[in-house]
Structure formats: C-alpha cells, structure tokens
C-alpha cells in the first residue's frame, strides 16, 4: 500500500514539473529540432534530386527536351543544369512532397521556441506585477513605521531582519574572508559578498555619473559589478533609473564574533526599470 502510495504521488507530480519546466523544456525541443530539420533536408535532398530527374527523362521522353545527360550527373554545373531546366516554379512542383518531413520538423522547432518565448514572457509579467505589488507594500510598510513610531522603530525593524539573514551566512564563507575585505549581504536579495564600504560607495557614486552622462537605466547586477557582488539570477531583471535613484543604507551586524556590513537601499530596484523611461 506505501508502494503504492508513493509511484501514486510520483506519477501525480510529473504533469506539474513539466508545468513548472516548460519553457527549458521547449526550448531543449527547439534545439533538438533544428538538428533533426537539418538532418531531414540533407537526407530527402537526394530524393528531390530523384524526382528532378524523372521529370527531366519524362520530358525528354515526351521530346520536350533534346538532352538528358545532367541526370547522369552530381557535380555543381550538371545540378545547374537541372535548375534551369526545370525552373523554380517545376521545381517546388516536383520536389514539395520530399520535404514534408522538413517542414513539419522545421515548423516544431519554431513552434517551440514561441511557446517557450510565450510562456517566458508571461511568468516574467506575473512576476513582475507580484513583485511590485511586494515592493510597494514594503515601502508603505516602512514609511508607516516610521511614521506611527518613528526612525528608530524602522531601524530596529531592519536590524532584526538583518541578524536572521546574517544568522544563515555560511561558516565557508566566513572563514574564506579575504584579507581588507567585508563580509557584505545584501538585506534587500540576500545576496552575500566581499567588498568594502568605500567600494560600494564608490559604485554608487559611478552609477549615479552615468546617470548625469545620459543613461538611461542600470540594473542591480551593473551595479554588483561595481561593488564586487556577484551576480543573481534577476539581477538583469531589477534595476534603477535616475528617477527611482540608487542610494545606499549602510547597517552593521554580528555573525558570531564576525561583522557583517549590510546594505538597503532608500528605493529598492524595480522590475520595470526600463519601462519608465
């Protein structure tokens, strides 16, 4: 019954992480499916060249045509010949039915990538729209605490959120330290890196220049390649603009005996940064 159970539970799952992996799925799909239409072209091309031939010998036969001797042929010129024989019109005439394959194979691949595309764009809307959706009851959030019990409320309030994330930072990363480095995290992503405060100030500031030289938007992993940070998977995805502005607010915290330098920022990055241009 247990065994039972659980193929049960197994099986009930697969629908939902096919779901849940469509787009790599159709993509791998689209990938596989140039190969196998590439494959299918040069395997039925010699079939085309077959039936090319049997229209010419028909024709010659018929005393449509005075020469035949390019059906005997394989090199480029007696290929030519057959073309100008036949023409383009004859030819597709002759030959669509060879590459049906080609074309049903051909017409999957693309239909995999659209859907894959389709699918993409619309788990990125909905991302999106929650995200923003969390981002601005987070600011509200805070501007009510600050507004109901003041700044020190707010501080104390990010404080306690930065000591659990600091509380899961690695003993590895910890020990890895580099030497003039800071252990830095990232209260807003949770990203952790080694850095200093005067890097990360220096990032800000060269953001903010490029801002003054006319560019128009920046994402959050631009601006971890000033700091030092590594890369996250939405990092291209979330970003600033010299409206929503990048400004950096600095906290410090203890992970065991070790201090953690922590960044917020006044406005957090937003999913439609380029959008707001």
């Excluded at 330290?177 to 952790?192: A, H, K, S």
Aim: hydrophobic share 35%; aromatic share 10%; net charge negative.
């Amino acid at each position: 019954m247990n065994l039972l159970t659980t193929l049960t539970k197994e099986i009930n799952a697969i629908p939902k992480a096919v779901n849940a992996n469509s787009p790599f799925l159709l993509t791998i799909t689209g990938i596989i499916g140039i190969g196998v239409t590439v494959y299918s072209a040069v395997k039925q091309t010699p079939l085309a060249i077959d039936s090319m031939d049997n229209e010419i010998i028909k024709r010659y036969e018929d005393h449509e045509i005075d020469d035949m001797d390019c059906c005997y042929g394989t090199n480029q010129e007696d290929i030519k010949e057959r073309f100008d024989i036949l023409g383009p019109k004859n030819i597709v005439k002759t030959c669509w039915k060879c590459y049906i394959p080609t074309v049903l194979f051909g017409g999957l691949t693309i239909a995999s990538f659209i859907s894959s595309y389709k699918i993409s764009t619309k788990r990125l809307t909905t991302m999106t729209v929650a995200y923003e959706l969390t981002r601005n009851m987070y600011e509200n959030y805070r501007r009510n605490i600050i507004k109901e019990s003041g700044v020190k409320k707010d501080i104390a309030a990010r404080n306690n959120m930065a000591q659990e994330k600091a509380n899961d930072i690695s003993d590895e990363t910890l020990l890895a330290l580099p030497e003039g480095q800071n252990i830095c995290l990232d209260l807003f992503t949770g990203n952790v890196f080694y850095s200093t405060r005067e890097k990360i100030l220096e990032g800000v500031n060269h953001i903010k220049d490029k801002f003054l030289s006319g560019e128009q938007d920046v994402s959050l992993n631009e601006f971890y390649d000033e700091i030092d940070a590594n890369h996250i998977g939405v990092g291209d995805n979330l970003g600033f603009t010299p409206e929503s502005n990048i400004d950096i607010l600095f906290g410090s915290v203890l992970r065991g005996s070790t201090p953690i330098l922590t960044i917020d920022y006044y406005a957090a990055p937003r999913f439609d940064y380029r959008n707001l241009m």
